[in-house]
């Protein structure tokens, strides 16, 4: 027996963009360590929760929304990233690994982000020496397989 899908929402900082998330459970959570994470959040690391596309949707500011492509990621996938134009949050994501059917949310995003906590690493090559691994989490040096 699958769980009931909720409702789960987020928004950028200002609060311009606001999103809705209709699903169980997504389908990775997880904290990566790619050298492009770390540039476009300004951390050591992204925390994230991938969703299907059609279980997330803007509900507000969908205008102040913009996206930009990057195709010379260490995968070799490229990865279009959704920010707020006016206060610069990061949102979303999706790679062309997955062919436009998920979207990468940008956990810290949702309003309860302790919902969906992670339990694996990706790029843990670039995990800076003074992070600990996930306790209890999977880690993996590049990418994971697509079904993990």
């Not at 949102?91 to 982000?113: C, Q």
Request: hydrophobic content about 30%; proline content about 7%.
């Amino acid at each position: 027996m699958s769980a009931e899908p909720t409702i789960h929402r987020g928004a950028c900082l200002c609060e311009s963009i606001k999103y809705e998330i209709t699903t169980a459970r997504p389908s990775a959570r997880l904290l990566c360590h790619c050298r492009d994470c770390q540039k476009s959040t300004g951390s050591a690391f992204a925390t994230m929760v991938a969703v299907p596309k059609a279980d997330c949707r803007v509900t507000q500011g969908s205008e102040s929304l913009r996206s930009y492509a990057l195709s010379t990621t260490k995968s070799g996938n490229t990865m279009t990233r959704s920010f707020c134009t006016k206060c610069g949050s990061p949102l979303f994501a999706g790679t062309t690994k997955y062919a436009g059917s998920v979207t990468i949310i940008n956990a810290g995003t949702l309003d309860d982000p302790t919902k969906w906590p992670p339990v694996l690493e990706v790029f843990c090559t670039n995990r800076m020496e003074w992070l600990r691994p996930l306790e209890g989490g999977r880690q993996f040096d590049e990418e994971p397989p697509r079904h993990q």
